[in-house]
């Protein structure tokens, strides 16, 4: 189950679970999180959980709710998100999205109305009903990096994949010769649409030229491409269309 | 009519178990000479969910092929009776074997006749459309994240971060009746359209994809390639199959001066 721990200045007070629906913060003694505190309002912030989603609100507190530093009014909680409310610190840690479960990807059924908690197992009322179990995968993701370690610094964005390193076209022929076209997009097209097209795709190991279309073939150093992707090296020589380019890494 | 589309459709499909799970759950099939292509994303334990999505798949492409060989004024009926004698049929055997407790699959089902494509779906796999630059979803997932969208609970943007992916408020197989949503959209010559399962659209961006169409659409089987490669580079956390359709022609159904008139009249 995902919980909050809350802190201030760094002393951790105490670890609330996200147990209810909807639980409210704030400085009155109703709110599930009762933060006695005069820059927190009476009643500052509600956190409404669905399944595995939390989801934080402002209730037009006075001061204001932050997110790893900015100001929200509405908010999806990640994992080691960091919520702050007056001088107080919560953090959001969800145990599911930490582990990378395999079954995380799984598609399941949703067999009962929303917002309904599991019931007890051997009832015959409609249930969540997971049909998949747990299994092996061959291939295991290796788990996220921790949460940054400063309460402050904006949490980055999960880590994407390892990406090839930045690399570029440049023209040797024809009327744009000179010209320089950086590959920043997964796939970057040559030639001309309809007639003669090769793509280069950048992969995280590196950049292959393929053919897609057209009579002739790409000619990388000399040598002319089959239907295969063909990697591509720093300053190899491309000729497509009668033009001449050449790739090189940044 | 017996259709005879083979050479107004392009198709070409592709699934690929991914690079992290070990079975292959997705079925995909298809028929351009009739016209439909069908995806499926099974569920279940052990290998239920290739039976599930496998016989789905099966099953739809023997008893559309039969059924498809008269006119297709009534395709959207024909169409939702057919998923669901499928999803009959799928339900039943979920009960005959313990292993098969509980199995079923998403579904995406294209018709094409008479210039126009008929959509049935059940689930969170999707249909795309490139016309033009226009790439366009044109499903809507039956998953508890889009209810939540359409209500207004969370943006479209966050939905990107949920834990709650893969949910679906639907599927076929799991209970004995189930509600399948069917439409149907013109068909223009050039249309480029796109069945996935989730394996696909959770590890791409919609931007790739378009991307990947736009640029290698004159060439389906590397662009099928391409998806499936763009998956797995990112992760392949799931089974992830693609069927790709091009128009290239013209199959507006040839009519008799009174099928012409009925339809005047809305029959």
Redesign the interface.
């Known amino acids: 189950m995902a919980k909050l721990i809350l802190s201030l200045e760094g002393q951790v007070i105490r670890e609330i679970e996200l147990n209810k629906e909807r639980m409210t913060i704030g400085r009155k003694a109703h709110n599930d999180v009762q933060i006695e505190n005069l820059a927190v309002s009476g009643e500052h912030a509600a956190i409404t959980t ?4 939390s ?1 934080l609100e402002d209730l037009d507190s006075t001061n204001g709710t932050l997110v790893n530093g900015a100001p929200v009014k509405k ?2 909680l ?1 994992h080691g998100d960091t919520v702050e409310i007056g001088k107080f610190h919560l953090e959001y840690v ?1 145990p ?2 930490s582990q990378e479960a ?1 079954d ?8 009962g109305p ?1 917002g309904m908690p599991p019931p007890p197992p051997g009832d015959n009322q409609p249930e969540f ?1 997971k ?3 747990n ?1 092996q ?5 290796p788990p996220p990096a921790p949460a940054a370690e400063t309460p402050h610094a904006v949490k980055p964005p999960p880590a994407p ?1 390892v990406e090839a390193r930045p690399a570029a076209i440049q023209v040797l022929s024809g009327p744009n010769v000179g010209k320089e076209l950086d590959l920043t ?3 970057t ?1 040559l030639g001309k649409p ?1 007639v003669q ?1 090769a ?1 280069i ?1 950048k ?2 190991h590196g950049y292959f030229i ?1 053919h ?2 057209g009579t002739s073939f790409p000619v990388v150093n000399g040598k002319t491409l089959d239907n295969q992707p063909c990697p591509l090296h720093d300053h190899d020589i491309i000729e497509l269309a009668g033009i001449k380019m050449e790739f090189f890494l940044k | 009519m017996g259709q005879g589309l083979e050479s107004v459709l392009e198709i070409v499909k592709l699934s690929d178990p991914g ?4 079975h292959n759950e997705d079925s995909v099939g298809a028929d351009a000479g009739a016209g439909f292509a069908i995806l499926a ?1 099974g ?4 290998n ?2 290739e039976v599930a999505s496998g016989m789905t798949v099966a099953m739809l492409t023997d008893n559309l092929k039969a059924a498809l060989r008269d006119d297709c004024r009534d395709l959207r009926a024909l169409a939702g009776d057919e998923v669901q004698k499928t999803n009959g049929a799928v339900f039943q055997a979920a009960q005959s074997q313990p292993q098969y407790n ?3 699959t ?1 579904i995406v089902l294209t018709v094409f006749c008479d210039n126009r494509v008929t959509v049935a779906h059940i ?2 796999s999707r249909l795309y459309r490139l016309r033009g630059e226009q790439f366009e979803q044109i499903t809507r997932d039956h998953s ?1 994240l889009q ?2 969208i359409d209500s207004g ?2 943006s479209r943007e ?1 939905a990107r ?11 076929l197989g ?1 209970e004995a009746g189930v509600a399948v949503e069917v439409n149907e959209y013109p068909v223009e010559i050039g249309d480029l359209y796109l069945l996935c399962s ?2 696909l659209n ?1 590890m791409v961006t919609d931007e ?1 994809i378009q ?2 169409l736009s ?2 659409g ?2 389906l089987e ?1 662009a099928a390639q ?1 998806l499936v ?2 998956a797995n ?3 392949g ?2 089974n992830v199959s693609v069927i790709l359709v091009r128009v290239v022609g013209d199959f507006a159904q040839k009519r008799g001066w009174f099928s012409r008139l009925l339809s005047w009249f809305g029959q």
């Open positions: 669905i399944l595995n989603d989801f908010h999806v990640q969800n599911q999205a395999p995380f990807e799984r598609t399941m059924v949703l067999r929303i009903s049909t998949s179990i299994k995968p061959l291939q295991m993701e994949p997009k997964s796939l097209s309809g097209v793509v795709a992969r995280p393929t897609v279309q | 690079m992290v799970r070990s994303d569920m279940g334990g052990y239920a969910g509980g199995m079923g998403t689930g969170d508890l209810e939540q609970m969370i966050d971060h949920s834990h709650n992916k893969n949910l679906v408020t639907r599927a799991v989730d394996g959770d790739d991307l990947t640029l290698m004159a060439n590397m391409q490669q763009m580079d990112n992760g956390r799931d």
